[in-house]
T-cell receptor
Framework: GAVVSQHPSWVICKSGTSVKIECRSL??????MFWYRQFPKQSLMLMAT?????????EQGVEKDKFLINHASLTLSTLTVTSAHPEDSSFYIC????????????FGDGTRLSIL | LAKTTQPISMDSYEGQEVNITCSHN???????ITWYQQFPSQGPRFIIQ???TKVTNEVASLFIPADRKSSTLSLPRVSLSDTAVYYC????????????FGAGTRLFVKA
């Protein structure tokens, strides 16, 4: 149980385009989802906290107009990287916390984004 | 959010027991301690979670002293496939376990 699916797992696109990444909790409901970014050989960096039905909370230094987050249901959150540039290339990972009980975050398998 | 500190790297041999200690001096009363394993190009995978004393599951044990300012992940009889980065996270269930990742411990298991 407690599976989080991310799609796509890998995307290459041209500079200036927008890319949407989906994060779904497949077998549980999640009031809260998190988005992280990870550069090679580094740890995960929290970008934002996504709460169902409300605006996301962004960490300091993360541009909310650049990284649009939507959490329309208890099983789906999306991250849209708008007008992507090469410096946005990274590994993006989402996680979700079940609404019931003191259960930990469960992570998706990440999305490798490469901007040419 | 509580900050965590772990050794940057550790080496071990197959079949040995590995203990990775994490320091979290400013852990809050409602915080849980959770350990994750991450392989390259994959998301972190849950290993074990605890609040106090000792927790054991089929893959690991977690030891938490009474003051909860540290915790130790114990991996019995590691194999080559346990080579990965291990993260200790501290977070409150009420906040969806929002947490800040530390640098993690890079474990390298040798034959």
């Amino acid at each position: 149980g407690a599976v989080v699916s991310q799609h796509p797992s890998w995307v290459i696109c041209k500079s200036g385009t927008s890319v949407k990444i989906e994060c779904r909790s497949l077998d549980f409901q999640a009031t809260t989802m998190f988005w992280y970014r990870q550069f090679p050989k580094q740890s995960l960096m929290l970008m934002a906290t996504s709460n169902e039905g409300s605006k996301a909370t962004y960490e300091q230094g993360v541009e909310k107009d650049k990284f649009l987050i939507n959490h329309a249901s208890l099983t789906l959150s999306t991250l849209t990287v708008t007008s992507a540039h090469p410096e946005d290339s990274s590994f993006y990972i989402c996680s979700a916390s079940p609404v019931t009980g003191n259960q930990p975050q469960h992570f998706g398998d990440g999305t490798r984004l490469s901007i040419l | 959010l509580a900050k965590t500190t772990q050794p940057i790297s550790m080496d071990s041999y197959e079949g040995q027991e590995v203990n990775i200690t994490c320091s979290h001096n400013n852990i809050a009363t409602n915080d849980y301690i959770t350990w994750y394993q991450q392989f390259p190009s994959q998301g972190p995978r849950f290993i074990i979670q605890g609040y106090k004393t000792k927790v054991t599951n089929e893959v690991a044990s977690l030891f938490i002293p009474a003051d909860r300012k540290s915790s130790t992940l114990s991996l019995p009889r590691v194999s080559l496939s346990d080579t990965a980065v291990y993260y200790c996270l501290v977070g409150d269930a009420g906040g969806g376990f929002k947490t800040i990742f530390g640098a993690g411990t890079r474990l390298f298991v040798k034959a």
